[in-house]
């Protein structure tokens, strides 16, 4: 499986971004996907996550209420939009993919994509 993950940028505080994660291979057995963020410094930490058959989403406290993660379309491909941004949002963001969704989760999976960078100034 690989994972094509683009949008991102430069973006101010309050403002708006979408980042799209593409899969291709064999995704058929993948439960779904998952963004995760990494800031300098800091360890990598989840965002949101969608299984693909629940249809439900899963976000992280910090970014409930303002970020959306959701299937695009009937591809294997998720978009995460991301409203109201804040300085603490900055980092580079990673999506992931797997079978098992617990190893999703828990920032474990097997196929990750190459990261793309958030920052948002203040």
């Known amino acids: 499986v690989q994972l094509q993950a683009s949008g991102g940028g430069l973006v101010q505080a309050g403002g708006s971004l979408r980042l799209s994660c593409a899969a291709s291979?064999?995704?058929?057995?993948?439960?779904?996907m998952a963004w995760f963020r990494q800031a300098p410094g800091k360890e990598r930490e989840f965002v949101a996550a969608?299984?693909?058959?629940?249809?439900?989403?899963d976000y992280a406290d910090s970014v409930k209420g303002r970020f959306t993660i959701s299937r695009d379309g009937g591809k294997v491909a998720v978009v995460l939009q991301m409203n109201s941004l804040k300085p603490e949002d900055t980092g580079i963001y990673y999506c992931?993919?797997?079978?098992?969704?617990?190893?999703?989760?828990?920032?474990?999976?097997?196929?990750w994509g190459q990261g793309t960078q958030v920052t948002v100034s203040s």
């Open positions: 992931s993919t797997d079978s098992d969704p617990q190893s999703l989760r828990g920032g474990i999976g097997l196929y």
């Open positions: 291979g064999r995704t058929r057995n993948t439960y779904g």
């Open positions: 969608y299984g693909w058959s629940a249809r439900k989403s």
